[in-house]
């Protein structure tokens, strides 16, 4: 199935990071005028894949072949300056800068007349590149007037703004631009896009299937940094994509099943119609001490937040939440922890771990007031603790003095865990805790999390994968626009389906 | 890894190469009494800085150094035996002196967390606040401190050494103490290291923040009446000059500005430094006006030495 002549080819691209094979041997290409899908889940390596093709990850094997010779970008801007233009999961637009300016940023140059920049001949051409998306809006007013989805189309026309200003081929990467808009703006840049294919070529990263077979031409499955599949989209099907996907049969022993628990402590945990406004409303249940409640839904389904609300990260605005039947305050953080609630964030390096600090001094974070007398760190004790957590979490350290930020991901991501162990946490709040760390790792997370239900912690998860989601619960709610749209028990043996799950979630 | 040992390090490289230049220059340079000269001239600022490291470690800046320690001069020379008030504390004025600089130090700190004010203003302002309230209350004059046993808090000797040094030695020791055997002092890095993280774990952020700014303005205030001791006096002018030595002192020791990096014992090398450079300048005959810009040029280079541009995108 190659192209004739690809515009962009990856050859054998390998990259690591460490502790972690983000990209294996990945071998892709794109042809001129052709729309080309990347569908996996996420941990898949659909970002790093994107992010080294535009130029912020350096290709640690293989090659990048663009118009037919070997490039290296060095840079974003880089890329985007031979023609390879991506269109940011995370906006790049800058919100203080005028829409023409953020389109032309850098580029200023064509619109220079006496060394000053020609405001009216910027917004004119501004006005040119809007057009191509049908945005109708004022070149010259801020971009934090525009709303979340009209910023999405300004950097989709900065992105377009390539065309006709280069010689060679133009390439667009979106990277995931339909998570955040309304049906009928996905609609429109679908239209978009069908127009774009015949001045350009275009990468389209998504992890919903419908769209991904509906824009685009071929398709690619990523798997554990590999292509698995490939495939035209007039061949594939939903279903077909998504065992390719998801790739092993459902492992039981892969998620420690045999250690789920089937009865439960005393009830620990409940909510009662817990809202925030804009992001979940009404939200309630209850949780047992050992029992593992997992959390499914899309991105914008309110999960996050709710993830977050428990941290004490975002303060609900309705509704109650008891631990032990006592009312407890969410307004900020260590109110949360002292209520007994241990977040683990899905961003672990910003939010999870001090990197300057020892392994040990991260453990002990949460529970400072235990390691010390009258503000003296007891260092014996702490030494001796967390040396006995490192021994029984197989943390892989050289010693509990080590620095955080010498540790694998997985490894730090168990230290986190341990931190609120440790602490003595009631209620284990888990945001995508097996984010970025490699398989082997993963099952020593998910061995991790059923000793924690053995000791009587409850647990809220919210996974990286449905599967993951699936295989650690013992009750699944699915969350839609704010709302729990089912809920299902999930038993060994019993264990409810991937697509069931998926046609409540969307 | 290396190259990070070697960086830790650069500030007594820097200091020993100083000391050599300056010894090749001008052999008085190495003398005991010049030691002691520069060791008693490193008092005041090491106690200035032990305060100001803790600040600096945690990310924020306390610009409010001159403020306090004059406005705690003067309670000091208010307080013992003098020309203007009728009191006769002795050395009990020191407490004094030291407890009024917590106490501004604890404004500092309330105004900057609870109001959410960046600690670059707050400190700057109420700097300026306590210089006015030194000024007003005098009316411009000075106090002039009459008793000779107070002023013994920096004049006199033990074991030979100035008694200056030896407060400062202990400051240093109280200092190093909060930051290795604390719970305060660990806050500190945690904080000045990654902020969100710590506050996701329970760390009393806001109230750390406070206590830090009072534990500053309580080495201020001492300072305060080191400073009122040494000159026999206490006036609002008294201490003129020694922010600047303070922040270059700690940034000169490897202290970064960003937060979490640094020890109080580097700005002890880093006051070394400073001042050593001071006292050559004048041993080889450098003029005033040029010895300041030396120093102004000094933060610069210092500061460029101890960057690891290596992991910095985005700098302010």
Known sequence: MTAVNPVLELRNVTKEFPGVRALDCVNIHVGRNEVVGLIGENGAGKSTLVKTLAGIHRIDEGELIFEGEPKSFRSPRDAFNHGLAMVFQEQSIIQTLTVAENIFLGREREFLRFGVIDKRAMNAAAKVELAKVHLDCDPAQKCARLDFAARQMVEIAKALSLDGRLDGDVVILLDEPTSVLERREIDLLFGIIRELKAKASIIFISHRLDEVLEVSDRVYVLRDGAVVHETTSSDASITGLHEHMVGRQLDHQYYRENKQRAAFGNPVLSVRDLSIDDEFSNLSFELAEGEILGLAGVVGSGREAFARCLGGLLPPSGGEVLIDGKPVRLNRPHQAVNSGFGFVPSERKSEGIVTGLSVAENMTLAAGERFSRLGFIRFEKERTECQSWIDRLQIRTPSSKTPMQSLSGGNQQKVVLSKWQIFGSKVAVLDHPTRGIDVGAKEDVYELIREMADQGVAIVLLGDTLEEVIGLSNRILVLRDGEVSASFDAPVGGKPDQLDLISKMV | ?316
């Open chain 2, 1 to 316: 890894m290396a190259s990070i040992n070697l960086r830790a390090l650069a500030p007594i490289g820097v200091f020993f190469l100083l000391c050599f230049v300056i010894a090749v220059f001008s052999p008085n340079f190495l003398s005991v009494s010049n030691a002691i000269r520069i060791l008693n001239a490193s008092a005041i600022p090491v106690v200035l800085v032990m305060g100001a490291t803790f600040v600096i470690l945690m990310g924020s800046i306390d610009l409010s150094v001159e403020g306090i320690v004059a406005l705690c001069a003067v309670v000091t020379a208010s307080l013992v035996l003098n020309d203007t008030t009728g009191a006769n504390l002795g050395l009990w004025a020191v407490p004094f002196a030291v407890l009024a600089g917590g106490l501004i130090g604890a404004v500092n700190g309330a105004t900057h967390v609870y109001l959410k004010v960046p600690s670059f203003m707050v400190t700057l302002g109420i700097g300026f606040v306590c210089l006015g309230i030194a000024t007003a209350a005098l009316g411009g004059f000075p106090v002039r401190i009459s008793d000779r046993g107070f002023r013994a808090l920096t004049l006199g000797r033990s074991l030979g050494l100035p008694n200056g040094i030896w407060v400062a030695a202990a400051s240093v020791f109280v200092a190093l103490i909060i930051q290795e055997r604390t719970r305060l002092g660990r806050y500190v890095y945690a904080i000045g290291t990654d902020e969100i993280t710590a506050r996701q774990s329970g760390v009393p952020v806001e109230r750390t923040r406070v206590l830090v700014f009072v534990l500053a303005g309580l080495f201020s205030g001492l300072a305060g009446a080191m400073a009122a001791a040494q000159l026999g006096q206490g006036h609002a002018l008294i201490a003129s000059g020694r922010l600047f030595t303070t922040i270059t002192a700690v940034v000169v020791g490897g202290t970064a500005l960003s937060g979490g990096v640094g020890s109080v014992l580097n700005s002890v090398v880093g006051v070394l430094i400073v001042v050593v450079l001071t006292n050559g300048m004048v041993l080889m005959g450098v003029p005033p006006f040029v010895q300041q810009g030396v120093q102004g040029f000094l933060i610069i280079v210092a500061v460029s030495l101890a960057l690891d541009r290596r992991q910095l995108e985005v700098v302010k």
